[in-house]
């Protein structure tokens, strides 16, 4: 069909870019690895003698060996059914430093 109803993918199956509803094995290894490195740069800035509050939050939060999986992979939200959703749905989640979690959820 032609004109401004014209059969294209997004019109056909609808949106066209999907988030998986569980993160891959090669994107979970993503995630450690990256908080891996963040851990890496806290303790380097530690180690340099610098002191400032920042590095005293970054200090109190947990370290990648330390966080269990479901924080790791995992967010608090109160909409979701469960009161928690996959790390991948937050928006710019590769940016935010996401390791705390309320107590018990």
């Given at each position: 069909?032609?004109?401004a109803f014209r059969a294209t993918q997004p019109t056909m199956v609808g949106l066209l870019w999907k988030t998986p509803w569980k993160l891959s094995r090669t994107r979970k290894a993503n995630v450690r690895s990256r908080l891996k490195k963040v851990d890496a740069v806290i303790e380097a800035v530690?180690?340099?003698g610098m002191q400032c509050k920042s590095l005293v939050?970054?200090?109190e939060l947990p370290k990648e060996h330390e966080?269990?999986?479901?924080?790791?992979?995992?967010v608090f939200s109160r909409?979701?059914?469960?009161?928690r959703k996959g790390i991948h749905k937050v928006p710019k989640?590769?940016?935010l430093t996401l390791r705390t979690n309320p107590k018990g959820f």
């Open positions: 069909m032609f004109g530690r180690a340099s939050q970054a200090l966080m269990p999986p479901k924080d790791k992979y995992t909409r979701e059914q469960g009161y989640w590769t940016r």
